[in-house]
């Protein structure tokens, strides 16, 4: 039997682990087909391919593109390949962008008084750059209690240090990872806190787009696993999953932990890898 995890970080984004120690570790938990979805990146992806390979792992290549708006809107890309022209230099510009825009907004800070070390902040948050660094540095400097006030006083939507972020849409990301030959899935619906009346219509905008699976087995969705696999099935959806693993702790899921609690892990697991090859 299969245990698929599709949903693992590495250290080329927020992952603690590379892509080599990510491999031993699926090993470790009995994992045998596992995916690499970093988020917003497709730079651990050849590492993996030969980790795999040398540990006879089944792999698919991943990534997990953040999308518009204040909620979770992630969209898993599967079977990307690692060295797309088109999806390397968009992931590139979004990262611009987004350190362009933590940069205006210490600007903004600095003219309202409240100067930081950005050069600092901008090496302990690396890659992913974004308005919690900013909070965390403005309550280390004293100018505000906790996260809450830093948000609520200058960094919430339109507040005086606020600028908006320049990200896709989930449909456009649907389509330009359609358009590149990946799958689009729609990563861990039980972190989006629209009702229902408003996530079932958009997903079904989602699949006209492109959406051609739904995240189920991830740990956000835990007591609410039947409700959508069945929804996925109805609607001719691959149904995936994946421990969204980031560093072993707490906060995140642990390697190979939904595949135990996922029926059909193994059928649904190769349905995805087929589709990821044709
Ligand atoms: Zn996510
Ligand atoms: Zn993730």
């Excluded at 004293?142 to 609520?152: H, I, L, W």
């Excluded at 609607?235 to 994946?242: E, M, N, S």
Aim: hydrophobic residues 40%; charged residues 25%.
């Amino acid at each position: 039997m299969t245990r698929p995890d599709l949903h693992l970080h590495t250290s080329a984004s927020d992952g603690v682990y590379d892509s080599a120690q990510i491999a031993r570790l699926v090993q470790r938990a009995e994992v045998t087909l596992f995916s690499i979805t970093d988020h917003d990146t497709l730079s651990g992806l050849p590492q993996a391919f030969d980790a795999a390979y040398d540990r006879g792992l089944a792999f698919i290549p991943g990534v997990e593109i953040s999308t518009e708006g204040d909620e979770e809107v992630h969209i898993l890309g599967y079977g990307v390949r690692a060295e797309d022209p088109v999806l390397c230099s968009c992931f590139e510009k979004a990262a611009r962008e987004r350190m362009e825009r933590i940069q205006g907004m210490a600007e903004k800070l600095k003219q309202l008084g409240l100067a930081l070390p950005m050069d600092e902040i901008q090496e302990k948050a690396g890659f992913s750059v974004g308005r919690p660094h900013l909070a965390r540095a403005l309550i280390e400097k004293g100018y505000v209690k906790d996260m809450q006030e830093a948000f609520d006083k200058y960094l919430g939507k339109g507040r005086p240090a606020y600028l908006p972020r320049a990200t896709m849409t989930a449909s456009q990301a649907i389509s330009l990872l359609r358009d590149r030959g990946a799958v689009p899935v729609l990563a861990h619906p039980g972190l989006i806190r629209w009702p229902m009346e408003r996530l079932l219509p958009m997903l079904q905008v989602w699949q006209n787009a492109g959406l051609r699976g739904i995240e189920v087995y991830h740990p956000a969705n835990q007591g609410n696993y039947a409700f959508w696999d069945r929804l996925a099935r109805q609607r001719d959806l691959l149904v995936t999953g994946g421990s969204d693993f980031h560093d072993g702790t707490s906060s995140h899921g642990q390697i190979g932990e939904t595949a135990s609690l996922w029926p059909q892990a193994c059928a649904d697991g190769w349905a995805l890898y087929r589709a990821c090859k044709r």
